[in-house]
């Protein structure tokens, strides 16, 4: 039996006729991989709107990697929509920023996202349950990616015992110590191509500034990966919440979507309702918070959706189709 509260979600799922079928693959799931493989999906902050919101089931899967790397395991968030498995595929998430010893880079979150969205390399979907089929996907996925790495940092090892011990020159000048690496040559993951991200001006209110950004995605994958690249912003990173972020993205037509508080309590979910009630599809928008040491209660949510709704206006998207391409609105970009 697995854990008590893990049992007692089962249970509450069961209860409900649209959900029998989500029970009956998590008993399944635990059958296959053991019954501590699935766990109840804890976000960040134990308030978030994540945790509330009666359409979307979520677990985590904690899998160990395949042999000769079993002692490596991984965490995935599986999201379940309220059509699933009827109309809509499971939505995986990587949640690991380590497997072993190497951090997980942008490339690989974006592989496990679209698990279920591409044609060519992802998994068919045919309206039945099919999460086990997606987790033995992103098993591949980061077996093969540790592999990779821990062949990479072998040759490395290896390398290095091959140069001579006795290198020190002759000259004592030549000890002198290197100068310190250039900052500004530190790695920052590329936007994918066409993406053009608007920046609107900040709102200020008592020290605190909230800054809003938009951008046009056309694949869930996307996201990730522009995430990332301004998290690899110093100004951005340093900010108190640095990516509040929310996105919509139509596939065909499967409507993706999901949002993040970063550490600002329920910010995502707002941003999130935003989205839905102005109809705005395929954009991903962020609200960096920068605290200035002054509590702002209640009047910080209206400076998030207002910081947002000026991106979202800046880069055209609230006069645009759904189907709006990337890049194709005048404004400020990052």
Not at 172 to 199: H, N, Q, R, W
């Amino acid at each position: 039996m697995g854990h008590p509260d893990v049992q007692q979600f089962i249970a509450d799922l069961r209860q409900r006729p649209d959900r029998e079928a989500v029970a009956s693959e998590i008993e399944v799931l635990q059958s296959i991989y053991g019954d501590d493989a699935i766990q109840l999906w804890k976000p960040p902050d134990s308030s978030s709107s994540h945790k509330h919101d009666p359409t979307i089931t979520r677990y985590e899967a904690v899998l160990s990697l395949p042999s000769p790397c079993e002692d490596v395991s991984i965490r995935v968030l599986v999201s379940l929509l309220e059509n699933y498995p009827a109309t809509v595929p499971p939505q995986l998430q990587l949640l690991s920023r380590y497997i072993g010893a190497f951090g997980a880079d942008a490339g690989l979150f974006g592989e496990i996202l679209r698990t279920f969205i591409s044609s060519t390399s992802g998994v068919e979907w045919a309206g039945e349950v099919c999460v086990f089929d997606g987790l033995q996907r992103v098993l591949e996925c980061c077996a093969a990616w540790y592999g990779e790495r821990l062949s990479a940092d072998l040759a490395g090892e290896l390398s290095r015992a091959d140069t001579p011990a006795n290198n020190t020159p002759e000259h004592p000048a030549a000890t002198l110590p290197l100068p310190p690496p250039d900052p500004s040559a530190a790695y920052i993951p590329p936007l994918p191509a066409g993406i053009e991200i608007f920046v609107a001006e900040p709102i200020m209110d008592r020290k605190s500034s909230f800054v809003g950004r938009a951008c046009a995605i056309s694949d869930p994958s996307e996201v990730p990966i522009i995430l990332a690249h301004l998290m690899s912003d110093r100004r951005i990173a340093r900010a108190a919440h640095p990516i509040i972020n929310a996105w919509r993205c139509l596939v065909g037509t499967l409507l993706h979507q999901d949002n993040d508080d970063d550490g600002e309590t329920a910010a995502g979910g707002r941003l999130a309702h935003l989205l839905h009630i102005m109809e705005v599809d395929n954009v991903l928008v962020v609200v960096t918070r920068y605290f200035g040491g002054i509590h702002l209660g209640p009047d910080r949510f209206k400076h998030i959706n207002q910081a947002a709704r000026n991106a979202l206006e800046l880069g055209g998207f609230l006069d645009a189709p759904a189907t709006k391409l990337k890049g194709g609105a005048r404004g400020r970009h990052r």
